[in-house]
């Protein structure tokens, strides 16, 4: 009963580093979504995959990259972090492509 | 430019007493509508949603949302609220034309933080 998964739960990296965030959904959902959250500005989308080896960038991709591998797993990954990209970051999945219908619990990370 | 706005940054209402989160989406075409909650250190669960045919709609945990094109509106109620409703709640706006290129961009309002006095 694990819905969707999001690896690790905080972090604090400092600037230039770089890190993954991992997610997995096992509902078997065709399309995942990134997204990040910051106070007072509701949700943005970072990138979208309608299905596996697809990806479109969202609202705000500059500075991340994803990977669809598999049908479960979607990841998000900062190259070089900066101070900015401090933010709770939500991974979502559905199972058509018209909205998110399961998140995880998030990822709160820290840039220093 | 589409947008949603929330005008309402918090709202404390009693338990029992009814509750109505405003939500104003400006977008020049057909709209998909939804409502979302977040409980604290959580994600966003799925409320409700509208596309097309009856403008109210039925949710989750007895909430439901009426879409009114003249006023460009998809206000959110509950009858009798309850102390587990404690949340915050995001209005989102999707376009049926975006559902080719940039599917699941959703745009989301800023949150309405409802608190529930005993």
């Known amino acids: 009963n694990a819905g969707v998964t999001q690896t690790p739960k905080f972090q604090v990296l400092k600037t230039g580093q770089s890190m993954t965030l991992q997610c997995a959904q096992d509902?078997?959902?065709?399309?995942m979504y990134w997204y990040r959250q910051d106070p007072g500005m509701g949700l943005r989308l970072i990138y979208y995959?309608?299905?596996?080896?697809?990806?479109d960038k969202g609202e705000v991709p500059n500075g991340y990259n994803v990977s669809r591998l598999n049908k479960r797993e979607f990841s998000l990954r900062l190259e070089s972090a900066a101070p900015s990209q401090t933010s709770v970051y939500f991974c979502?999945?559905?199972?058509?492509?018209?909205?998110?219908?399961?998140f995880g619990d998030g990822t709160r990370l820290s840039i220093l | 430019a589409q947008s949603v706005t929330q005008p309402d940054i918090h709202i404390t209402v009693s338990e029992g007493a009814s509750l109505e989160l405003r939500c104003n989406y400006s977008?020049?075409?057909?709209?998909?509508l939804f409502w979302y909650v977040q409980s604290p250190g959580q994600g966003l669960q799925l409320l409700l949603k509208?596309?097309?045919?009856?403008?109210l709609v039925q949710g989750i945990k007895g909430f439901e949302a009426e879409f009114k094109r003249s006023q460009s509106s998809f206000n959110l109620r509950k009858p009798s609220v309850h102390w587990s409703d404690a949340a915050e709640y995001f209005c989102?706006?999707?376009?049926?034309?975006?559902?080719?290129?940039?599917?699941?961009?959703?745009?989301f309002g800023k949150g309405t933080k409802l608190s529930v006095k005993p």
């Open positions: 977008y020049g075409a057909t709209p998909y």
């Open positions: 989102a706006v999707g376009a049926i034309e975006n559902y080719g290129g940039s599917q699941g961009n959703l745009i």
């Open positions: 995959s309608a299905s596996e080896g697809t990806t």
């Open positions: 509902m078997n959902h065709n399309s």
């Open positions: 979502a999945s559905s199972e058509g492509s018209r909205q998110p219908q399961h």
């Open positions: 509208y596309f097309s045919g009856d403008t």
